[in-house]
Nanobody, 115 residues
Framework: QVQVVESGGGLVQAGGSLRLSCAAS????????IGWHRQAPGKEREWVGG???????GYADAVKGRFTISRDHAKSTVYLQMNSLKPEDTAVYYC?????????WGQGTQVTVSS
């Protein structure tokens, strides 16, 4: 069974940076696409960005140019580097591993950006 665990959240001031990690285990990491999503209080979960099994990346307009996704196959981990953070980036951030025939969500990590 594939398990996904996020880490790295915390409290940061506006303009600051954080790096989130998404560690996947129990499957063929190289075959996973990993998506990052977030959910702010009272709002629906939204897609932030993702990286495919072939390392192609894509980002939502709201984070383009500020967030960068990368992956380390040796560590079976995908990273979300978040720079120039804004209060509106405050949310629980989730990663989702997707592979042919299935997907798995992590439990999320809280990111709070103070103004």
């Amino acid at each position: 069974q594939v398990q996904v665990v996020e880490s790295g959240g915390g409290l940061v001031q506006a303009g600051g940076s954080l790096r989130l990690s998404c560690a996947a285990s129990g499957g063929s990491f190289r075959l996973f696409s990993i998506g990052w999503h977030r959910q702010a209080p009272g709002k629906e979960r939204e897609w932030v960005g993702g990286i495919s099994s072939s390392n192609s990346t894509g980002y939502a307009d709201a984070v383009k140019g500020r967030f960068t996704i990368s992956r380390d196959h040796a560590k079976s981990t995908v990273y979300l580097q978040m720079n120039s953070l804004k209060p509106e980036d405050t949310a629980v951030y989730y990663c989702r591993a997707t592979w042919f025939g299935g997907n798995s969500w992590g439990q999320g990590t809280q990111v709070t950006v103070s103004s």
